[in-house]
DNA sequence: GCCAACGTTGGC
DNA sequence: GCCAACGTTGGC
């Protein structure tokens, strides 16, 4: 069981619109280091879902419901997608600001290179995040 | 809207 | 294989 944080533009692809779809595949990626990330994930695995820019806060949480497989919106065969569900709402959006300023926050990757799209989030990060979003 | 940081591309 | 140039992302 792995964490992981995904991160989206909500005027792009919102936590919206993934709960009004049920469940879509997580496509675009062109990274190596976010393909590698969503390589690595296996079904059950739980990730943060962040919006950027606009209200950069962690919104929700989805789950993975199918393992990676290629890319549908491209020939290329570098880049593959992983199918995602919501999984839950948290009660308030946790701010990338306070997650700045949370002293066992300080080692995450959306801190310290905010670009990389996808990636891994450790299981006490994880925790406190949900932590925060559910007071 | 700006610009720093980062990743990728392509010429050599 | 190196590195300059370029494009994109995302915080501010």
Do not use: C
């Amino acid at each position: 069981m792995n964490y992981w944080l995904i991160k989206s533009e909500p005027s792009t692809y919102s936590w919206e619109d993934l709960v009004k779809l049920g469940r879509d595949h997580w496509d675009g990626v062109r990274n190596y280091s976010a393909r590698n990330n969503l390589r690595a994930m296996q079904e059950g695995d739980l990730a943060l879902f962040y919006h950027s820019v606009n209200e950069k806060a962690i919104i929700g949480i989805a789950k993975v419901v199918r393992e990676h497989y290629p890319d549908p919106t491209t020939d290329d065969d570098r880049w593959l997608v992983v199918d995602f569900a919501p999984e839950g709402k948290l009660t308030r959006p946790v701010t990338l600001e306070e997650i700045k300023q949370h002293p066992q926050l300080t080692e995450m990757v959306l801190v310290n290179n905010s670009r990389l799209s996808v990636q891994p989030v450790q299981k006490d990060e994880f925790e406190v995040i949900v932590g925060l979003g559910e007071s």
